[in-house]
């Protein structure tokens, strides 16, 4: 019977079986062995250069492409900028940088557009409605009306950015730079970023003498630096409290109070006008400062962040960021450091 | 996998797989029309063995069925965190509340590098740390040497002469010995506030040090990590299997328990701790064999928060052979399952924890219990079929394959898939079948150390410094080679490097600090 033919035969079948169970289970792996041999994708995750993309502000890649091509001679060297034809839209696209020595007293012609990034040794002052793919500026820098920066913008001293401008990556000035209404923004960053033409209204000095120390019960249960609150809390006007506070739901400065110390808020915090924090301010949700409002560290927003009219943000000498997923910044606002938005930006009216 | 088990243990053996119809009779299988074996008839499945003796061992089965479906329930919750996980990832809002912050008056911070014999690695985060883009005032790198036997104190002290304002020596020659213990000694001569702790063969980049720093302004933040990347990934199958999993744990489900403000955990290097929130919390635990998953629970029980960022990447080395690998990972099983039966209880009755944080810091620490816990399901699964008891069947079966289809907690293959897609890689993504066999070595050890964890001891075991072995080349060597170098420039020309000019003192003394321990 072993040896009958059925069995013979269901034997068989199960080799077969099994050998096609084997096959099946083993294909995945054949793709494996190739690549273990090949080696095509075993480089290590490449983590080093982000540093000069993300920290610093001034282009370090497009500044040390320079360096290499001074002196020669190739296709890469900046081409200087001939004002007599200069790139309008559907022209081909160049293949170096653009070299502005000599600019002139007059803004450049409306509609340009420049395809590869802009030296400009001298001041430059753009004409509206142009686009750049980006600016380098040794001297002043002028944005007209209604201009679009595609990848960054630096300039060396000052930096004017005209009304109706988006601004894509980053834009940074080491002196000055004004962001006039209606722009838009990612990362901006200045010793002294000014937004819209309003002077910054000055700031209201309230000496500690003439407020009123809060005291507030620290619900941690173990004594540390901070004072942990459970519950909404408002600091009533005129009044200071003194520590680093974490709230697990919303903070509300009323009109001059203040803090002195870090502040976290897992809900929204709004500042009335003259409200002020000596210390970084951090929300998981938004962040409101009103009018004449100050803050002299961070503030970080994971949601909107809303900077009102007058409000000041860092300190010149003490450099700070305020930044948030979407930010609106109104005009007359003073922010010493950078602004980021990680979304969005604009300047309202 | 069970279901081949289930199969093939059917296909081999000689009497036919029972099938039980609709009806409740038992019929013989007719595989697509094979001829039935002639001398099989209508066979009744053979009754439960137990009901050939006495009803009353009946419970042993049933207990085994219940464990069973409890095993196959917890992968079941794994499964599905660690689903969770991954979309967040791919389809979910991101959170990096602290990437933006690159201005501020920057802190005071200390940057400790725990050390037992790494004359190979050392000089190489010496000079990384010397590099980095944070004020040179505010910055000290105290690199702790524990009993080093090699050449490690040698060249610590080479850098010491040279950079004496920044670079301030902990040598410690005596009391317990161990990570944790030699960090516990060196935090108490820690001036700064914030103290930054890196493994010796760590590269950190010029940003990482303000990067860190960062997420230590918010005062709810009691400590921070970043992602460690293998940077010895093409070496073998090991390191690329290695490095594959790594990019799971941290891109994958690190951020993602950022983003749903879970519990990131706080890894012991390339982080950092607040000191005040370290001290409200009791302090370094030195009898810990993971320091940092202890620390973790100890802080978020605290009220404390850990943030973590993908951003805040650094190079590391992971182990090269298979024993290194076993060890470092047995270590981990033991640390975490010591952390789970200590903190567990702590975490669920926490009152600065909100439900859901609680539930995963519970899961968090009982992750290396999965994997006694798989094993003990398959044993199951398998005696209760040969001893004649469908346990699985209808929904129960199908949540058992698709769970153990996942591998259970390890949930490999579709973290990793997405982490490496996340990364931007293509190619290393077909290894992914080859990390079946890293689960397989990390599944029986873990499983083993996890179990040895639970058992009481009548004596404590001595703790030693558990570290991994390193494998950089020649570190030794080329530092020596760089060291003639240097010398020689020095006296062939004045100092170019500004950095270098910032950072000496001719008049501040050499004065390495010892421990008094």
Known sequence: MIFSHAAYHNQEMLLVLLSITALWLLLPFFPAFIELR????????????????EMQHAPAQFIAALAMTAGQDNATRPVPLDLANLPRPGDPSAKAPYLLEESGAEPLPAGLLFTKEVL???????????????????NDLHLGEGNTVALWLHGEAN???SAGTHLHGSASALQEMVVEKGCTFERLHAANLLFGVEPALKERPLGPETLIPLALENEAGVPDHRLLICRDLTIPAGHVVEGNLVITESLHLERDARIIGDVKAHRSIVLEEGARVEGHVFSEKDVRLGAETQVTGVVVAERRLTLSRGCRVGALGRASTACGRYVDVAAGVQVHGTVWALERGRVTQ | MLTMLVCCAAAVSEAPAPVTSAVGSSVALEPYGLATRPWVTEVEAPPPFWTRFDSRFAWPVDVMVGVLYGIIFMICVYTVRHYWFTFNRLFGRQRNPYIAVDETDWPEVTVLIPCHNEEAVISTILDALLRVDYPASRLRIT?????????????????AVRFP???????????PPGKAAALKDAFTLVESDLALIFDADYVPGRDLIKRLVAPLLDPEVGAVMGRVVPLNTPRNLLTRLLDMERAGGYQVDQQARMNLDLIPQYGGTVGGVRLSALNSVGGWRPSS???????????????????????YECYEEVPETWPVRIRQIKRWARGHTDAALRYVPLLLISRHLR???????????????????????????????????????GLVAILAVASYNTLGNFAAFFEIAAAVRLDGHRHRIR?????????????????????????????RRDIVWHKTERFRENGLEAWRNGQIEETTNERDDESTNRGADERMSTSAPFSPRQSTA
């Open chain 2, 143 to 159: 690199p702790v040497n524990d009993r080093s036997t090699d050449a490690t104190r040698e060249i610590i002290d080479h850098y």
């Open chain 2, 165 to 175: 304002t920044q670079i301030l020596p902990f040598h410690r020659s005596d009391g």
């Open chain 2, 289 to 311: 064999l993971t320091e940092d998953t202890d620390l973790t629970c100890r802080l978020v029980a605290g009220g404390w928060k850990v943030a973590y960022s993908n951003r």
């Open chain 2, 355 to 393: 439900w859901r944080e609680r539930l995963d810091g519970t899961l968090l620490m009982g992750i290396y219990l999965m994997s006694p816990l798989l094993i003990i399901g398959w044993l199951i699964a398998i005696a209760l079929f040969y001893l004649g008891e469908h346990a699985l069947h």
């Open chain 2, 431 to 459: 290894l992914l079948p080859l990390v079946l066999v890293g689960f397989l070595v990390s599944l029986f050890s873990t499983g083993r150390a996890a179990v040895s964890q639970l058992r009481p001891r009548k004596r």
């Open chain 1, 38 to 53: 090949s080696r095509r994708d075993a480089e290590p995750l490449p983590i080093a250069d982000r540093y000069e993309e």
């Open chain 1, 120 to 138: 400009a040794k001298t001041a430059l002052h753009t004409g509206p409605n142009s686009a750049f793919e980006a600016i380098y500026g040794e």
């Open chain 1, 159 to 161: 930096v004017w950015i």
